[in-house]
Each structure stands twice: as structure tokens, then as C-alpha cells.
């Protein structure tokens, strides 16, 4: 499975977009980019994923550049709730999804 | 629709004992993973089950074994269980074509 490189930490300030990097430099063809959040001591919640195309659906969008090297989380209206450990993960043909240490976003009033 | 069920909620067990950990998948999903974490750290992959059968199985010792029922729900079992063994323990499941799905784990204490 290709692998992820993302930030340790990020702010947001309360009612601003969060934008959440990811690079995955080395994924292939057929391998598609997942989105999950955890909140403190809680399972992961899904978030979003794609292929190639932009998706969009009630909880974020998934900017995925057209190389597919790199994409971009984007919460459009951050609030409190929000705070979580994101993750972004590449899953391959295997189906397995493997989580590194994701991005801490702490979203503030 | 009933989201991924896992039971017991809370588990606590002596040094030695065996502890059985149980998952109920999405209707519908047939594979189940199975992931550890322990306090302050990142998920760690266990095991995967598909239609019955084990498909993957993350770095871990023998004592951590599992199964999948007719029904595609499982079972984890670990055996000997050590005090390192402490964590949250979660299910997943899916269906091939689209993202995995979170039970809210079973905390595994082991004294």
C-alpha cells in the first residue's frame, strides 16, 4: 500500500474552512484515497474517498490533484465538533486500510 | 440501518486468561477487519476475514486469532493475554467497493 505523509497538527478557527493536506507520492493506478476521523477514544468515522475526480458529499470535499500525488481535505464550515485526529489513508487491492498518525485538527472558538 | 456492532463494550481480564471479542457487520458487508489500539497510539492492523476465510493478517502473535461465522459476523479471540494487551480493540467492516465502517470498539483491560 502506497503510503501517507500529513501534517502533525493543525488549527482552524470555529465557521472557517479547514484544509487538510496529504501526500501520497507513490500510490497507483488503482488504488483509492480514504478519509476518516477519530474522535478521542471513539471508532473512526468515514468521511469521503476517491479515485481521481473531486468528490463532494454532506461532511467534506476531496480535492485530488490530477497527478494524484496529493490531496486536500476540506471541511468547508469547521465547528468544535470538528476536533478530531484526521486521517487520510490509501487502500490498495487488498482491501486493507492502513492508518498512520494522521493530522490533529483542533478547531477553535 | 444498524451500523457495525461490537460486544462486550468493556473487558476486563486477568493476566493468563483467554478474552472473545465479537463483531456484527453492516447488513449486507461481507469482510470484517479487525484493528488494535493501544493507549496513545495508532491503529494497528489484526486481521481481515472475507467470506469466511482470513485474508490478511497483521503483525501479530499466534495468540491472536479469529474467525468469521456464516453470517460474516466474527470473532477475535486472544489467548494468554498479557498486560501489553490492553487497548481499544475495533471492528470494521465493508463491502468491496466502498470505505470501511467503525464499530465503537471493545476496551480490553487486562490485570
Known amino acids: 500500500d502506497a503510503k501517507t505523509t500529513q501534517p502533525t497538527s493543525m488549527d482552524c478557527a470555529e465557521g472557517r474552512a479547514a484544509n487538510l493536506p496529504c501526500n501520497h507520492s507513490t500510490i497507483s493506478g488503482n488504488e483509492y484515497v480514504y478519509w476518516y476521523r477519530q474522535i478521542h477514544s471513539q471508532g473512526p468515522q468515514y468521511i469521503i474517498h476517491g479515485l481521481k475526480n473531486n468528490e463532494t458529499n454532506e461532511m467534506a470535499s476531496l480535492i485530488i490533484t490530477e497527478d494524484r500525488k496529493s490531496s486536500t481535505l476540506i471541511l468547508p464550515h469547521a465547528t468544535l465538533r470538528d476536533t478530531a485526529v484526521y486521517y487520510c489513508i490509501v487502500r490498495g487491492s487488498n482491501y486493507k486500510l492502513t492508518f498512520g498518525k494522521g493530522t490533529l485538527l483542533t478547531v477553535n472558538p | ?111
Open chain 2, 1 to 111: 440501518e444498524a451500523g457495525v456492532t461490537q460486544s462486550p463494550t468493556h473487558l476486563i481480564k486477568t493476566r493468563g486468561q483467554q478474552a472473545t471479542l465479537r463483531c456484527s457487520p453492516i447488513s449486507g458487508h461481507t469482510s470484517v477487519y479487525w484493528y488494535q489500539q493501544a493507549l496513545g497510539l495508532g491503529l494497528q492492523f489484526l486481521l481481515w476475514y472475507d467470506e469466511g476465510e482470513e485474508r490478511n493478517r497483521g503483525n501479530f502473535p499466534p495468540r491472536f486469532s479469529g474467525r468469521q461465522f456464516p453470517n460474516y459476523s466474527s470473532e477475535l479471540n486472544v489467548n494468554a493475554l498479557e498486560l501489553e494487551d490492553s487497548a481499544l480493540y475495533l471492528c470494521a467492516s465493508s463491502s468491496r467497493d466502498r470505505g470501511a465502517f467503525f464499530g465503537q470498539g471493545t476496551r480490553l483491560t487486562v490485570v
